[in-house]
Nanobody, 116 residues
Framework: QVQLVESGGGLVQPGGSLRLSCAASGTISGINVMGWYRQAPGKQRELVATIFSGGLIKYADSVKGRFTISRDNAKNTVYLQMNSLKPEDTANYYC??????????WGKGTLVTVSS
């Protein structure tokens, strides 16, 4: 069983920064992709950023230049550094892991609120 635990969410003013972490534990048959998604109230879940095992990184256009995804393979942990936060970044942020066998795992989410 694989568990993903996110942390680092909270309330921040516009223009501020937060760093999210997601630690994976359990029996993992290799990690293909780790990434972050978000879901704002009344909206569909959307991709924020992903990092593949080979190092390829993809970002949503809305966060390019502001967010940075990184990964510590030794710790099975993925991070999301979020700078220049905007009110429209407010959402529940979810961590996703795709195992080497193609199984998707999701965390329970961490809430990010950007407000003055």
């Amino acid at each position: 069983q694989v568990q993903l635990v996110e942390s680092g969410g909270g309330l921040v003013q516009p223009g501020g920064s937060l760093r999210l972490s997601c630690a994976a534990s359990g029996t993992i048959s290799g990690i293909n992709v780790m990434g972050w998604y978000r879901q704002a109230p009344g909206k569909q879940r959307e991709l924020v950023a992903t990092i593949f095992s080979g190092g390829l990184i993809k970002y949503a256009d809305s966060v390019k230049g502001r967010f940075t995804i990184s990964r510590d393979n030794a710790k099975n942990t993925v991070y999301l550094q979020m700078n220049s936060l905007k009110p429209e970044d407010t959402a529940n942020y979810y961590c996703k892991l795709v195992s080497g066998s193609g199984i998707d795992y999701w965390g329970k989410g961490t809430l990010v609120t950007v407000s003055s």
